[in-house]
């Protein structure tokens, strides 16, 4: 704890006034009766290939919404707002799920993948997508969750790497205080083994869940659990990636790369088609180049920012996240970045998967018990407190320039939820399904989804966004149909040359 305020200390205001956060939110578009909508991409939300803040994720019915980068969380949840509120005038009757777990399936098969056009790049997307569903099912992969990159000037990757190694170890804390995804409407398990318990004819759920999502049933797999990533550099976790994107994977060469009537099955045969494949909390990310592999732009240029990928969609708030989550996030990956971080091994790695299946499954279970990297078990909750006891340090230095105390208030809420789980939002999920709803995971959504769709529509969308959006849709149309039209290489050409750019 000494040497974290030591480092607090010496980290210059201008610095922590120059941190930047951005938001990627993911969300299906559904029908009013909650069932997936199969129809395309929107035209008037534009090219999803090209088009910088709305695209989409695994499918064609899910819709992946990004912001740019903010030096406020203000700042960053206004235009996140805006962008829901042109989008949602966009899709007419349709409604975006405010869960993550997703809506009344259709079969696996039946679930649209991602469409970008005839260009190369486009084309790579669709395969990529097309390999991901053979492998995992195309179900897993309409999960939604929100993203949140965060960045500070002055680090290097050595610095970020220290950062994702605490965060791997304290994730749990998040999975507790914001998972929101106990339940699951039946369908998506429809044929598979699991630990889950009936509610209602139509609902699984584990009464002590946080997050479904980042459990055994959301980004999973056999093959991944096989891979003992090490962060401990970017030459090791680059390594890692590298060796598992050309190491043969036996069921995925039984897939084959191509159909036998010579359509593409997937990218490759290997354990990852490519980096992108890897499931994980946290990422580190750098802008890449036109046509440039990410791990080829970290190799070149080093970590420019993290990405957190464990957050669920909140399904009491209409755009998916506050602000007093992002704050506490902010805080957060400060403790991560400012605290000890001693290299992972492969024993570690493996007791941080336990904790994180344990937490997602669990977590609210009173004297759950998870295991640190000597093999010791602590009460969750203890290990939580602490860590957000000591965080005080840093809420404090953050609220200290404006002379108000929202993050250090942002702390006491945590600490609060860590005392009475059933304020989490998972607790609240579970609360509203069993009271308001019939037990019935899908009408819960369903209301709300269709609560949050006439909340958007009675809040004003500005002229200004309007008129942008609008033209940033044409915009990325025209840029779609340009990289199409210029296209001279053959796809298996450009194919070969990408894999081999890692």
Not at 89 to 106: D, F, K, N, T
Not at 330 to 348: A, R
Not at 427 to 439: F, G, K, P, T
């Amino acid at each position: 704890m000494s040497r974290l305020l030591d480092r607090l200390r010496d980290l210059p205001a201008e610095r922590l006034q120059r941190m930047r956060r951005g938001i990627e939110k993911e969300s299906l578009r559904t029908l009013p009766d909650g069932s997936l909508a199969l129809t395309p991409h929107p035209v008037p939300l534009g090219s999803a290939l090209t088009h910088p803040h709305i695209t989409t994720d695994f499918s064609e019915s899910q819709l992946e919404l990004i912001t740019g980068i903010h030096p406020s969380v203000e700042s960053c949840l206004a235009e996140l707002q805006q962008i829901h509120l042109f989008v949602v005038r966009a899709i007419g009757s349709e409604h975006l799920w405010v869960s993550s777990m997703p809506c009344g399936l259709p079969a696996d098969e039946t679930i649209p993948i991602g469409r970008y056009g005839s260009s190369n790049v486009g084309r790579a997307k669709s395969i990529y997508r097309r390999g991901l569903g053979y492998r995992y099912g195309r179900r897993m992969q309409t999960i939604s969750g929100i993203h949140y990159n965060w960045s500070m000037p002055g680090l290097s990757s050595e610095d970020y790497f220290g950062l994702i190694r605490n965060f791997r170890r304290q994730s749990f804390l998040l999975l507790f205080l914001f998972g929101a995804s106990p339940a699951v409407c039946s369908s998506f398990v429809a044929g598979r083994e699991h630990e889950l318990q009936p509610l209602s004819q139509g609902t699984l759920h584990m009464p002590h869940g946080t997050s479904l999502r980042m459990g055994r049933l959301g980004y999973q797999s056999d093959a991944q659990q096989s891979l003992a990533v090490s962060y401990n550099s970017l030459e090791s976790y680059g390594e890692s990636l590298r060796e598992a994107m050309v190491r043969p994977y036996a069921p995925y060469e039984a897939i084959g790369v191509r159909s036998p009537g010579g359509e593409y099955n997937q990218l490759s045969t290997s354990l990852l088609q490519i980096e992108n494949e890897f499931y994980g909390t946290i990422r580190p990310k750098r802008v890449t180049l036109p046509g440039e592999r990410p791990l080829a732009a970290l190799r070149a240029r080093g970590v420019e920012y993290v990405e957190v990928r464990c957050m669920d969609l909140d399904p009491f708030v209409p755009i998916g996240i506050e602000a007093d989550v992002m704050r506490f996030l902010d805080i957060f990956l400060l403790h991560c970045l400012l605290d000890d971080s001693p290299p992972d091994t492969p024993e570690e790695i493996e007791i941080l998967s336990r904790n994180q299946h344990l937490t997602a499954a669990r977590g609210r279970e009173p004297g759950l018990r998870l295991r640190r990297h000597d093999g010791s078990e602590v009460d969750l909750v203890d290990w939580g407190a602490r860590i957000i006891d000591e965080c005080g340090p840093i809420a404090e230095r953050l609220d200290r320039p404006g002379g108000v105390d929202r993050h250090q208030q942002v702390l006491a809420m945590a600490a609060a939820k860590l005392r009475d789980p059933a304020t989490t939002p998972s607790a609240r999920v579970l609360e509203s399904v069993r009271n308001a709803y019939s037990n019935s995971f899908l009408n819960f959504v369903l209301a709300r989804s269709a609560e949050v769709r006439q909340s958007l529509l009675r809040m004003p969308l500005s002229a200004e966004s309007e008129k942008l959006y609008r033209r940033l849709a044409q915009a990325s149309i025209d840029e779609q149909r340009r990289l199409e039209q210029a296209e001279t290489l053959s796809f298996d050409d450009y194919l070969r040359r990408y894999l081999a750019g890692a």
